[in-house]
């Protein structure tokens, strides 16, 4: 199993960015696919998650902003990230919440004007 984070990026204030988590030796339609994220200095915390149905969840500081997607045929999840904040600015990790899985190398998202 792996899972591979990509489409971070630089980005000014209010821009949006689509990060994406593909998937190899694991199908992500029948699993539980969760966003996490780690600013400098601070813990890893819970930025979203996707079951199998497509049922999502949300961390309360980004449901408005945030919205995670799962394309089947691209075995792939993606996070959508509108009106990005400088307090986003974090290493983004997908992981299996479903199944054993280990943290990848994450995509870095800046927001920085």
């Known amino acids: 199993v792996q899972l591979v984070e990509t489409g971070g990026g630089l980005v000014q204030p209010g821009g949006s960015l689509r990060p994406a988590c593909a998937a190899s030796?694991?199908?992500?339609?029948?699993?539980?696919v969760g966003w996490y994220r780690q600013a400098p200095g601070k813990q890893r915390e819970f930025v979203a998650s996707?079951?199998?149905?497509?049922?999502?969840n949300y961390a309360n500081s980004v449901k408005d902003r945030f919205t995670i997607s799962r394309d089947n045929a691209k075995n792939t999840v993606y996070l959508q990230i509108n009106s990005l904040k400088p307090e986003d600015t974090a290493v983004y990790y997908c992981?299996?919440?479903?199944?054993?899985?280990?943290w990848g190398q994450g995509t870095q998202v800046t927001v920085s004007a």
């Open positions: 992981i299996l919440l479903s199944a054993p899985s280990t």
């Open positions: 030796g694991v199908i992500l339609s029948i699993n539980t």
């Open positions: 996707i079951t199998g149905g497509r049922s999502a």
